[in-house]
């Protein structure tokens, strides 16, 4: 079951792609780009350097997981509980270190430059999902998820369950859609829902640094980092990427070294 969830996630992300982006464009949540038709080749483009980028850090990722198992390295290699336990454990431990990571994102400069590419899209769309910078990519795939799930002594089967519920939600988060009232109200109680995360693609800053739980949002209410904000209420993206051109492919994969404040001032004095 573990290696057939494993082996269908490529799946379910292209499904929920279609799906998603078949909803936003009958029952939109949000405003549309004014070009819609550049914004999805744009941020497609973007997608498909990061998705190649994610599946060769996915490897690396795997090897680290199976080789720690191997060994029993790691907490959970280190307690004799059942098996599902240390899968349910594994998972939340995983979710935690996550956001941590996204916290770091946010809080170094020199990380938060590769980051920005993902906050910079000013429409939120399915094809913002996968709108991150290869950089970026590396830092959560390769040294986060393989370092954590050394020192958490991840089972194989928790990386797997966790990518499974991961994926479509990821999905879904940054979509131009939204659930119903009632059903947003509770999920929200435990997932980082579209709505919850939505508030964290603000162009505030105290809401951007907000909502970083990527599956649960118990992290978030734990440590204080969210606020109730309406998704259709806040203005989303970067003040730094207010041009057109700035949306290209190519500017989005060379920003983090270009000096974008020069840019963000001359905007001011206009």
């Given at each position: 079951m573990i290696e057939f969830l494993g082996n269908i996630q490529p799946i379910i992300l292209l499904f929920m792609l279609v799906l998603m982006y078949s909803i936003e464009?009958?029952?939109?949540?949000?405003?549309?780009?004014?070009?819609?038709?550049q914004h999805y080749k744009r941020n497609y483009g973007t997608s498909v350097i990061s998705f190649v980028v994610n599946a060769l850090m996915g490897a690396i990722v795997v090897m680290a997981i199976v080789t720690a198992n191997h060994k029993q390295i790691g907490l959970l290699n280190l307690v004799n509980i059942p098996k599902y336990a240390?899968?349910?454990i594994g998972i939340l431990l995983f979710d935690f270190g996550s956001y941590l990571t996204h916290n770091l994102q946010h809080r170094i400069p020199l990380l938060w430059r590769f980051h920005r590419v993902h906050h910079s899209d000013f429409h939120l769309n399915s094809s913002s999902?996968?709108?991150f910078h290869p950089v970026d990519v590396i830092?959560?795939?390769c040294i986060y998820q393989s370092l954590g799930a050394i020192v958490i002594g991840l089972p194989v089967s928790a990386f797997v369950i966790y990518g499974t519920i991961a994926i479509p939600l990821l999905i879904m988060q940054h979509s131009n859609v939204r659930l119903p009232q009632n059903v947003e109200r509770v999920a929200c109680l435990i997932f980082a829902t579209p709505c919850w995360h939505k508030i964290h693609h603000s162009t505030e800053q105290p809401l951007t640094d907000s909502h970083y739980g990527d599956?649960?949002?118990?992290?978030?209410r734990l440590f204080g980092t969210w606020g109730y904000t309406k998704p259709h209420e806040i203005k989303y993206g970067l003040d730094e990427f207010k041009s057109n051109e700035q949306h290209q492919v190519w500017y989005l994969l060379k920003s983090?070294?270009?000096?974008?404040?020069?840019?963000?001032?001359?905007?001011?004095q206009e």
């Amino acid at each position: 079951m573990i290696e057939f969830l494993g082996n269908i996630q490529p799946i379910i992300l292209l499904f929920m792609l279609v799906l998603m982006y078949s909803i936003e464009n009958i029952f939109p949540y949000l405003e549309k780009p004014d070009r819609p038709a550049q914004h999805y080749k744009r941020n497609y483009g973007t997608s498909v350097i990061s998705f190649v980028v994610n599946a060769l850090m996915g490897a690396i990722v795997v090897m680290a997981i199976v080789t720690a198992n191997h060994k029993q390295i790691g907490l959970l290699n280190l307690v004799n509980i059942p098996k599902y336990a240390k899968i349910i454990i594994g998972i939340l431990l995983f979710d935690f270190g996550s956001y941590l990571t996204h916290n770091l994102q946010h809080r170094i400069p020199l990380l938060w430059r590769f980051h920005r590419v993902h906050h910079s899209d000013f429409h939120l769309n399915s094809s913002s999902s996968l709108r991150f910078h290869p950089v970026d990519v590396i830092v959560s795939q390769c040294i986060y998820q393989s370092l954590g799930a050394i020192v958490i002594g991840l089972p194989v089967s928790a990386f797997v369950i966790y990518g499974t519920i991961a994926i479509p939600l990821l999905i879904m988060q940054h979509s131009n859609v939204r659930l119903p009232q009632n059903v947003e109200r509770v999920a929200c109680l435990i997932f980082a829902t579209p709505c919850w995360h939505k508030i964290h693609h603000s162009t505030e800053q105290p809401l951007t640094d907000s909502h970083y739980g990527d599956v649960f949002s118990l992290w978030d209410r734990l440590f204080g980092t969210w606020g109730y904000t309406k998704p259709h209420e806040i203005k989303y993206g970067l003040d730094e990427f207010k041009s057109n051109e700035q949306h290209q492919v190519w500017y989005l994969l060379k920003s983090p070294v270009k000096n974008n404040q020069r840019l963000l001032d001359d905007q001011r004095q206009e």
